[in-house]
C-alpha cells in the first residue's frame, strides 16, 4: 500500500503565498506521476498541476504563471508553491499519485487526505 500525506494548507490574504507538501510511504516499488488536485465547496474535483516521471509538468489554464510543481524523487514527494493566491483558489487541496507497491504487478491511484486552504479577499 501507499500512504500519502499531505501538509501546508492554511488561510493567507489575496496575493499571498503558501507552500503544500505531499510525501508518499510505503513499499512502493515505482510512482508514475505526482500531483495535486482541488475541489471547492459545491464543484467538482479539478486537476490543478501534474508532474510526471519523465520530469514534464501540466498545469490548468486558471493556475500558470502563479502555481509551481517540484517534486523530490529521493524522499517520494511532491511540492505545490502557490503564489499570487485569489480567493478563487480556496478549496481542499488532494495530493494524488499512479504508484507501484512491491506488493502488485501493476499501479494504483492514490490519494491524500487533503488539505484545506482559504483565500481571504
Known amino acids: 500500500q501507499v500512504q500519502l500525506v499531505e501538509s501546508g494548507g492554511g488561510l493567507v490574504q489575496a496575493g499571498g503565498s503558501l507552500r503544500l507538501s505531499c510525501a508518499a510511504s510505503g513499499r512502493i516499488f515505482s510512482i508514475n506521476h505526482m500531483g495535486w488536485y482541488r475541489q471547492a465547496p459545491d464543484k467538482q474535483r479539478e486537476l490543478v498541476a501534474l508532474s510526471t516521471s519523465g520530469g514534464s509538468t501540466n498545469y490548468a489554464e486558471s493556475v500558470k504563471g502563479r502555481f509551481t510543481i517540484s517534486r523530490d524523487n529521493t524522499k517520494n514527494t511532491v511540492y505545490l508553491q502557490m503564489n499570487s493566491l485569489k480567493p478563487e483558489d480556496t478549496a481542499v487541496y488532494y495530493c494524488?499519485?499512479?504508484?507501484?507497491?512491491?506488493?502488485?504487478?501493476?499501479?494504483?491511484?492514490?490519494w491524500g487526505q487533503g488539505t484545506q486552504v482559504t483565500v481571504s479577499s
Open positions: 494524488e499519485t499512479y504508484a507501484r507497491p512491491y506488493a502488485s504487478s501493476s499501479p494504483y491511484d492514490y
